[in-house]
């Protein structure tokens, strides 16, 4: 019997499953533990089950000795040291092709949000803003027939964004690496991003490419944070030049509730909840346990980390 520390409890029953074969130790809090009481959590423990949340580096991986294993409860896995796991021969694991119904699903809900401007036209009746049925306030972006231009479109979520937004009758556009941003930029009325942050992605929508988008476009981000220049995107926003934005993703997570960002007119934030639903939340944590199971028994991971 091994021991796999687990850094959230996590939805459904897959780590019922896993502590009926190993010793499993679950970190109480609802919050992320503070990298000192990561590294205690993660001394004594032969495999690991984190998430996005949890850094973990070659300092963290010291502090392991006997770590053979990290299953990350996410698509991607950014915040784990490449190098370092690789130069231990750490299996690590992901939970691929679990989020992309749920994560395409949120982004329709949020391009429909900004496109109507549906914040701003509930907080007005809230407000007592809302007077009467007036013809000129709350206009908004009609889809049938506007230009949608998916950045990252031709992986998973992406072709679902697709094929969901073909059904409202866009047209849309798939960008990918070796395609020009900038000409699609220009001739898109939403921009969407599905994107992995890699050096070449990072702040991709930057205040230039910001520049290029059509003006009273809509911008959408439900991949990373860190896709985007929030410095950018605010002044973006405050100078009409983007009639709304819509982030499930944020750099940092959260932002602190006076970042200067969240002052932006027609900004819509979420948590980060692209993949928020029963299925795919429960879905991630059986394909994690399923992973560390494979590990522990010296088998190789069904969902191993691609490269690793």
Do not use: K
Not at 201 to 212: M, P, W
Not at 295 to 301: F, V
Request: charged share 20%; aromatic share 2%; proline share 7%.
């Amino acid at each position: 019997m091994s021991t796999v520390a687990v850094t959230r409890r996590l939805p459904g029953a897959a780590l019922t499953r896993l502590a009926a074969e190993h010793e499993v130790v679950v970190w109480p809090g609802d919050l992320p533990p503070a990298p000192m009481e990561l590294w205690a959590l993660t001394a004594g423990a032969d495999a690991l089950l984190c998430l996005l949340t949890d850094r973990i580096d070659a300092d963290l991986l010291a502090a392991a000795p006997h770590l053979r294993a990290v299953a990350n409860y996410a698509v991607g896995f950014d915040n784990i040291d490449v190098d370092a796991v690789r130069a231990r021969g750490i299996a690590v694991g992901v939970t691929p092709d679990v989020l992309t119904d749920a994560t395409a699903d949120l982004t329709l809900a949020l391009l429909l949000s900004a496109a109507r401007g549906l914040p701003q036209a509930a907080a007005a009746v809230r407000t007592g803003a809302w007077r009467t049925w007036e013809p000129r306030r709350w206009l908004g972006l009609e889809l049938r027939g506007a230009t949608l231009a998916l950045v990252g479109g031709r992986g998973r979520i992406g072709r679902a964004v697709a094929e969901r937004a073909a059904a409202f009758g866009m047209n849309v556009e798939c960008i990918g690496r070796d395609d020009d941003l900038r000409a699609a930029l220009a001739r898109a009325d939403v921009v969407s991003l599905h994107c992995p942050l890699t050096a070449e992605t990072a702040r991709i929508i930057d205040a230039d490419a910001l520049a290029t988008m059509r003006p009273g476009s809509v911008l959408v981000n439900t991949a990373r944070g860190g896709l985007v220049d929030q410095v950018a995107l605010r002044a973006a926003l405050e100078r009409g030049h983007l009639a709304a934005a819509a982030l499930d993703v944020t750099d940092p997570e959260p932002l602190p509730p006076d970042d200067p960002l969240l002052s932006a007119p027609n900004l819509l934030v979420l948590p980060h909840i692209g993949s928020a639903t029963h299925r795919a939340r429960e879905r991630m944590a059986d394909i994690a346990v399923d992973n560390l199971l494979a590990a522990l028994r010296g088998a190789p991971m069904p969902h191993p980390a691609p490269g690793l």
